[in-house]
Each structure stands twice: as C-alpha cells, then as structure tokens.
C-alpha cells in the first residue's frame, strides 16, 4: 500500500522560515516525480513545486519562486519544501504527490492534477501578518 505523510507544517508569522517535509512507502520513490501542491481555504488546489526522479531538475509556480526550494533524499524517501520570506498567502493544506512521469518532459503539464497516482494526506501552514 502506497503511502505519502506529510509533516512539519505549524503556525509562523510573515518573513519567517519553515521546512515541510514528505515520507513515502510502499512505493519506487527515485521512480516518481515528486511534487508539492497547495489549498487555500476556499480555493482549489494549485501547483507549487516539482522535482525530478534524481533532483536535477526542479519547477516553481511564479508564486513560489526564489522563495521556496524543493528537494529530495531518494535514501531516506523523502522530499522537502524550504519556504522562506512567507506571506500570509501562502496560508494553505500542503499535500505532496508523486506521479511516474519525467518532470521535465512534462513541463507545464506538471500543474495538473490528474498527472499524479500518489497524493498526502497533507499539513497545514498558517502565516499570519
């Protein structure tokens, strides 16, 4: 049985940093491409980041970008979201998904939804200002 945990989510104020973390099971991990999504309350979700297979690859909503870093330990089968500089916006239920598909062939195709087999139960973020 396939399983995607997340963890580390918490309550932070704006400008603050906080790491938010994913463990996988039952699963090839280094066969999925990792990614993380975000809902804010009342809101779809929508994408944040991907990874590829070994991590050389990676792919930020505009959103995001130059304010979170995603990684990912295949030894451990996990993969990570850094979030640094957050705005109250970025309040949400984080989930991470995992999906068999190259990152970067997908490209833009990686914000959709139906791309991935695996998804978290997912951890909240609250950042207040």
């Known amino acids: 049985q396939v399983q995607l945990a997340e963890s580390g989510g918490g309550s932070v104020q704006a400008g603050d940093s906080l790491r938010i973390s994913c463990v996988g099971s039952?699963?090839?991990?280094?066969?999925?491409?990792m990614a993380w999504f975000r809902q804010p309350p009342g809101k779809e979700r929508e994408f944040v980041a991907i990874?590829?297979?070994?991590?050389?690859?990676?792919y930020y909503s505009e959103s995001v970008k130059g304010r979170f870093t995603v990684s990912r330990d295949n030894a451990e089968n996990t993969v990570y979201l850094q979030m640094d500089s957050l705005k109250p916006e970025d309040t949400a239920a984080y989930y991470c998904?995992?999906?068999?598909?190259?990152?970067?062939?997908?490209?833009?195709?990686?914000?959709?939804?139906?791309?991935?087999?695996?998804w978290g139960q997912g951890t909240q973020v609250t950042v207040s200002s």
């Open positions: 039952g699963l090839s991990f280094s066969s999925n491409a």
């Open positions: 990874i590829s297979w070994y991590g050389q690859y990676t």
């Open positions: 998904a995992g999906g068999r598909f190259s990152a970067k062939v997908a490209g833009t195709a990686a914000g959709d939804l139906d791309m991935y087999e695996y």
